[in-house]
């Protein structure tokens, strides 16, 4: 499964980025709210906007750095990781809201299980 199956994409300062959930991300989100089933409720009953606004800004650059860190893992050229006070002077609030959705995809995409079953007649022959 490669990157693009496990991401979300976004623009931020007219550069896109992947958002992906890896292991460290998930290690991250746990330390900051306890595990990420805790992360949605935070989100959605956030005290203040300001509050809200930040939570959304601090999620959006830990997704977004996981894959320029894949790539910087992977690659000779590295890409600089995207920092919160960009995030914040380059985009707008509305764009924030939007990204929320981009968030959601990248968490789903991210604890997707992929189960295989085996063939009924395998299990199920009579031997004899």
Known sequence: MSIEDK?????VGGEQYQLVLTTRATKEIAKRYGGLEDLGEKLM???NFEMALEEIVWLIVLLANQSVLIHNLQNAEKREL???EAVELLTSPYDLANYK???MEALMKGTKR???SEEESSKNTVVG
Request: hydrophobic share 40%.
């Open 101 to 103: 959705n981009s968030i």
């Open 82 to 84: 995207l920092t919160e």
């Open 45 to 47: 009953k956030s005290e």
């Open 114 to 116: 992929y189960v295989e």
């Open 7 to 11: 991401s979300a994409i976004i623009a």
